[in-house]
């Protein structure tokens, strides 16, 4: 966002507002963009599908997106039809306070882990929130978020030392994507509990 007579230089796209400002936008590989009116975002196809901001879905609410499905933890995460707003930038650090190995079944998370994973997901976004977002994106305003590599706990550490135990961190190949996981503190094998929901 920037003064009509201050544009970048490289701008593919420019709105221009009643307020003699302008929104320049510039892709760095291959993008589109559209315009919808805020009361037409529920009908668009592009937002239509989104699931809910994932920083706004508290334990009980996540419970209910859960019950009955057999996916695992770490696709339904990052699937953007069930949560908004989640990324592999992210989901290392989520899963790691969470406790939850990415490969885990949905149907043996008990109640107490999906309170943890709730808690995980907002305390894996909110720091990079808070700092404006990593360091490698642009903001409105074409400043660079604070959110470094220095802020990750696992995430990209591979052969570092787990900040909780000490083990290694290991990285792991999910489906089409890599993880980041420490093995001791995300087992594969979920432990049975008598509390919360059976297995």
Not at 4 to 22: I, M, W
Not at 40 to 64: C, F, Q, S, W, Y
Request: glycine share 10%; hydrophobic share 35%.
């Amino acid at each position: 966002l920037t003064k009509r007579g201050s544009l970048p230089e490289k701008r593919q796209v420019v709105f221009h507002f009643a307020d003699r400002t302008s929104l320049a936008i510039s892709f760095w590989w291959f993008g589109y963009v559209h315009y919808v009116a805020p009361d037409e975002l529920a009908k668009h196809k592009m937002t239509r599908d989104l699931g809910p901001n994932a920083i706004d879905v508290d334990a009980p609410h996540l419970e209910r997106m859960i019950a009955g499905r057999r996916g695992q933890v770490k696709a339904f995460l990052l699937d953007q039809t069930n949560l908004a707003g989640i990324g592999n930038a992210y989901i290392h650090d989520i899963l790691f306070l969470a406790r939850l190995h990415p490969e885990r079944k949905l149907s043996t998370l008990t109640a107490d882990e999906i309170t943890g994973l709730a808690k995980a997901i907002e305390d894996g976004l909110l720091p990079s929130i808070k700092q404006g977002g990593a360091f490698y994106e642009l903001n409105l305003y074409g400043r660079k978020g604070g959110f470094t590599k220095e802020n990750i706990i696992i995430g990209y550490r591979e052969g570092e030392p787990c900040p909780e135990c000490g083990t290694l961190i290991k990285k792991i190949r999910t489906g089409s994507t890599s993880t980041f996981i420490c093995p001791t503190c995300q087992p594969v094998a979920h432990r049975r509990s008598s509390r919360g929901r059976a297995p």
